[in-house]
Structures are given as structure tokens and as C-alpha cells.
């Protein structure tokens, strides 16, 4: 079975403070992709990263990092310096080849950044 | 590059009415579009799998004959809202893929509320 789990429901931060957000995947496929999903109040979604299953390497984008360690299966998302526009909920997500390359989505974090 | 386009972004119908929802993409041939429903504080749920020049693929427990998908070329697929009820009020967003490596691009989502 494909399974993304986001742990964390809902995390509030204080504004400059960092903050992580977790994601454990479950697959039995040794082919996958790893996404990372921002979706605003607004409701759009916005992609932020795509992570094949034989890249482990970190990654870096400005205030944002990446961790992917396939031997715990996480995938999990930093923001350093986190700021009030950064409030949105986060979604996790994976592509199993397997599975017909559809989409499953974990439930999602809200994040809350306060001024 | 890799815009889609989803129409209307809000749209209130009345009990029993039926509602069409576009999806468009903009700058590429989309072989494959996706439709998500999204409940309230909840995450995306896939809803059908829409492949250009055949039929639909449902989700289970999704029915086929409330909610018609068509995909009728390679640019466009639609999702029309049958008979619709109070119950199916919820956001709707679609994606589009043009191969797996290049991820998949989200519309902007539709609200659509049936009074």
C-alpha cells in the first residue's frame, strides 16, 4: 500500500523561528517521487519540490530544506527564519509507478507563523 | 511554463442543478489530468484519473454517474457536477501531467457551493 503520513496537524511558530515539518511515506516500490506542496488560503497549490527515490541528496532553496532519508522513509521539510507569509498548509506527497502515477497525499500540516 | 487553468474559481448552484468545471493546459498537451475533491480542513482526495480519448477512471466510491469526466482533447478535460446536492459543496481542483518527470501542475481550484 502507498501511505504519506504528516504527523503533525497543525504547528504555530513565532515569526524568524525555524520549523520543521515531518513526513513518513510508506511503499513498497523501489520507483517513486517525493513532493512537497504549499497550499495558501487562497486554495492553489503550489509546488515546491519533486525528489526521485534514488536522490537522497538534501536539498537547499533559500529559507527552505529538504531532508530525504530513505532509511526511516521521511522526506521532511525545514523553513528557517520562518516568516507570516510562510502561513499555508503543507502537504506531503508521493508517486508510486506502480500505482498508476496518481498522486496520494498526506493530511496535511497547517502552519501558522505569527508576527 | 506549465500553467493550468481552471474555471470558474467560485460558482454557487441551486439543488438539482448540474455544473461543468474546465480544466485547461496552457502551454502544454496534458495526456493525463487528474480531479481532486477537498473537503474543509481536509486533505485532497483523488476523485477520477481523465485520459484524453477514453473513458474516465473512477476512484472507488466515487460515482461515475454524478460526476461525468471528459477529456476530449489533449488540452482540456471536464468535470461536470450532475444533479447536484448540498453534499457535494466542497473545492475542486484538477492537475495536469505532462510526464511524470515533470511533476504535475494544479489549477487554481473551484468552490463550488450548492444551496
Known amino acids: 500500500a502507498q501511505k504519506v503520513t ?8 513565532v515569526e524568524k523561528e525555524d520549523v520543521t515539518l515531518d513526513c513518513v511515506y510508506e511503499t513498497r516500490d523501489t520507483t517513486y ?12 497549490l503550489v509546488f515546491l519540490i519533486r525528489r ?4 537522497e541528496q538534501n536539498e537547499i532553496s533559500g529559507r527552505y530544506s529538504w531532508n530525504f532519508q530513505k532509511s526511516t522513509s521521511s522526506f521532511n521539510f525545514t523553513i528557517t527564519a520562518s516568516q507570516v507569509v510562510d502561513s499555508a498548509v503543507y502537504f506531503c506527497a508521493l508517486i508510486v509507478m506502480e500505482y498508476g502515477n496518481k498522486l496520494v497525499f498526506g493530511a496535511g500540516t497547517i502552519l501558522r507563523v505569527k508576527s | 511554463g506549465a500553467v493550468v487553468s481552471q474555471h470558474p474559481s467560485r460558482v454557487i448552484c441551486k439543488s438539482g442543478t448540474s455544473v461543468k468545471i474546465e480544466c485547461r493546459s496552457l502551454d502544454f498537451q496534458a495526456t493525463t489530468m487528474f ?15 481523465s485520459n484524453e480519448g477514453s473513458k474516465a477512471t473512477y476512484e472507488q466510491g466515487v460515482e461515475k454517474d454524478k460526476f461525468l469526466i ?3 482533447s489533449l488540452t482540456l478535460s471536464t468535470l461536470t457536477v450532475t444533479s447536484a446536492h448540498p453534499e457535494d459543496s466542497s473545492f475542486y481542483i484538477c492537475s495536469a501531467s505532462r510526464d511524470r518527470n515533470y ?3 494544479f ?3 473551484t468552490r463550488l457551493t450548492v444551496v
Not at chain 1, 517521487?33 to 492553489?44: A, I
Not at chain 1, 526521485?52 to 536522490?55: A, G, L, T, V
Open chain 1, 52 to 55: 526521485n527515490s534514488f536522490d
Open chain 2, 107 to 109: 489549477g487554481s481550484g
Open chain 2, 70 to 72: 471528459n477529456h476530449a
Open chain 2, 35 to 49: 480531479w481532486y475533491r477537498q473537503f474543509p480542513k481536509q486533505s485532497l482526495m483523488l476523485m477520477a484519473t
Open chain 1, 6 to 13: 504528516q504527523a503533525q496537524t497543525e504547528i504555530s511558530v
Open chain 2, 103 to 105: 511533476g504535475y501542475t
Open chain 1, 33 to 44: 517521487y517525493l513532493f512537497w506542496y504549499k497550499q495558501p488560503p487562497s486554495g492553489e
